[in-house]
């Protein structure tokens, strides 16, 4: 239900403004660190909804430091870019992966490390088709939805005319 998530709307919302920015020079420099072990270890809504705005306001406001620059490396960026294509086909690859794996020598007797390289497989076999997803599928669709750019050619001493 959309009630359980106004909340991080008005968070997110709030991030923009005099209170976001308020927030973020509080922070010290590498809160972000801390922050991100909260997040990671004391789970439940009212951590991420504080923990989360935080992050987000110090990333905005330029407070990420070692964070924001990971973040702007060209194997960040392109990770960020096909994100939502990998969350959708990563779920195929891991049920395929899982399924093969299920009731197999190695995962029954050494999971953690099954999964560890499952893991690496499913990775590595996600990558192509969410770059092709993000590429082929979700950018021309995007960009269907956007107005066209139209343009008008104008003979010289003529007023061109607004569409």
Not at 113 to 137: C, D, M, N
Request: glycine fraction near 8%; charge should be positive.
């Amino acid at each position: 239900p959309i009630k359980s998530f106004w909340p991080y709307f008005l968070v997110g919302m709030l991030i923009p403004t005099r209170i976001g920015e308020k927030a973020a020079d509080l922070l010290p420099r590498y809160s972000w660190i801390v922050i991100l072990i909260v997040l990671l270890y004391r789970g439940g809504p009212t951590t991420e909804k504080v923990c989360g705005g935080l992050l987000v306001a110090s990333l905005y406001y330029g407070k990420g430091d070692t964070l924001q620059r990971f973040l702007r490396i060209p194997a960040s960026a392109f990770l960020g870019k096909i994100s939502y294509s990998f969350y959708l086909y990563n779920v195929m690859f891991v049920e395929i992966i899982c399924w093969y794996l299920r009731n197999r020598f190695p995962a029954t007797v050494y999971p953690l490390e099954t999964g560890l390289i499952a893991s690496v497989a499913v990775i590595t076999l996600t990558i192509p088709f969410a770059y092709a997803s993000a590429q082929w599928l979700e950018g021309p669709l995007n960009n269907s939805g956007k107005a066209p750019n139209q343009t008008h050619a104008v003979v010289s001493g003529e007023t061109p005319i607004e569409s």
